[in-house]
């Protein structure tokens, strides 16, 4: 599979279509899929089915899918994942082309592929559709006029003209999470004539350190993308790119070693503490990664709560703070066997006889921000000497604005392992036959 994702639908089209729209060795076989969600609002998704038959003849076929119980995300599983399944059974099928809605963000997409199991469909066994297919690669195109200004935002998706879903999300962190996310980037240019050099700069400083590794394609008005050039970008693709991996909180934080230098103004700030973060402090000090902040991200040692990490993300004006997962120091032995061995290995490196692997590591990309202001911020968040020498008994008497969280089972990436759709449920009148 690929998926192609962004904010800009126009150019998520064009790399679709070049990826399916010629007869050539290296398209032949080629599905595209992309369910349209602009009538959402009326109850009515529609899936879009387009591929080239051996006559060299472009096909299209269009279903309509029922909206389940109100909900885009479950929506797309419950038709998406059976059909992915079915498309690997037809002998015609090479590769899926997924082009994905503006408002959707691939690392979903890639997780639900992953661990929600499909269940009830004939001649299937039960299990994810990962069984059938894998991410070869996600392309993510980014608008250069406009992008980073919608990423380094506050307005929500309402707010930014996407009112036809019930979603409290922020441009902000769709833009960012569909970069992040990327093995590749198709930039669609300005007219060369409109073109701030500085603000270029600016972008693909941020680009090259948010997707570090990415092949990067800039396609302009006079040269839009071709069949070709896709496939050259997509051959570009580095061995240890993601490719549908979705980390988790106790993951490195600078996945794929992006520079670490300043350019444009652009760059990582990193902190680092093995004190816990005083809660309340810690909830004022939250603005300075909020402004001038493209992204920030990273786990959280609070005092109050000894036995499970935070974790904490950001992209633009928006932020969120949620469980990331129990500490090593707080599981029992056999619970850490079952931790990836480089989680292990890491906490081995950093462990304290008293608080075990328990710490604070944040990053922040930055494109306005000052870095000092921030760590100083971080820094002062933190329990001073007197507090921390008090020890747990008196740290748990802190008030504490971390103390809850909302999470909507509709949204969560963090549902049980044990998640399932249905396949029987869903109404699809596809004739195999005919791709």
Avoid at 74 to 91: A, H, I, M, Q, V
Avoid at 315 to 326: E, H, I, N, S
């Amino acid at each position: 599979m690929v998926l192609v994702t962004g904010l800009e639908a126009a150019a998520v089209s064009r790399v679709g279509d070049a990826l399916t729209g010629e007869m050539s060795l290296d398209t032949a076989g080629t599905v595209l899929v992309h369910h349209d969600f602009s009538h959402v609002a009326d109850g009515r998704v529609a899936r879009l089915m387009s591929w080239v038959d051996p006559d060299g003849r472009r096909r299209e076929r269009t279903i309509g899918v029922e909206l389940a119980h109100g909900c885009v995300s479950c929506t797309l599983r419950e038709d998406l994942l059976p059909l992915l399944r079915r498309l690997n059974r037809r002998s015609s099928v090479r590769r899926i082309v997924l082009t994905l809605d503006p408002i959707l963000e691939p690392e979903r997409i890639a997780w639900a592929i992953d661990e929600v199991v499909v269940e009830s469909m004939p001649g299937f066994v039960d299990g994810p559709a990962s069984r059938d297919v894998r991410i070869e690669a996600t392309i993510a195109c980014v608008a250069e006029q406009d992008w980073l200004e919608s990423a380094t935002g506050d307005n929500t998706l309402a707010e930014a003209g996407f009112g036809h879903v019930d979603d409290d999300r922020t441009l902000a962190q769709v833009a960012v999470g569909q970069v992040a996310f990327a093995d590749a980037l198709v930039v669609a240019g300005c007219d060369p004539a409109m073109r701030d050099a500085w603000e270029s700069a600016r972008l693909t400083a941020v680009l090259k350190r948010l997707a570090p590794n990415a092949p990067i394609m800039i396609e302009l008005p006079q040269r839009p993308v071709t069949t070709i050039l896709v496939e050259r970008l997509l051959a570009a693709v580095a061995p240890m790119s993601r490719r549908g991996r979705v980390d988790a909180p106790h993951d490195p934080l600078l996945r794929g070693e992006p520079p670490l230098d300043a350019d444009c103004g652009v760059s990582w700030v990193e902190f680092h503490s093995e004190r816990p973060m005083h809660p309340g402090r810690l909830h004022d000090a939250i603005d300075a990664l909020l402004d001038g902040v493209v992204t920030a991200r990273g786990r959280l040692w609070i005092a109050t709560q000894p036995a499970e990490a935070l974790w904490l993300e950001s992209a633009g004006g928006a932020l969120q703070v949620a469980r990331g997962g129990a500490w090593l120091a707080a599981m029992d032995e056999s619970e850490v066997d079952r931790e990836p061995a480089e989680r292990r290995a890491m906490a081995a490196l950093r462990w304290d006889e008293r608080y075990g692997d328990r710490h604070t590591s944040l990053v922040a990309l930055v494109h306005r921000a000052d870095a000092s202001e921030i760590q100083d911020a971080l820094r002062d968040a933190c329990l001073n000497e007197v507090e921390f020498a008090a020890g747990q008994e008196f740290w748990a008497t802190l008030d504490d604005p971390f103390g809850g969280f909302h999470t909507d089972p509709c949204d969560d990436l963090d549902l049980s392992d044990t998640e399932t759709v249905d396949a029987v449920s869903i109404t699809d009148n596809t004739d195999q036959r005919e791709a």
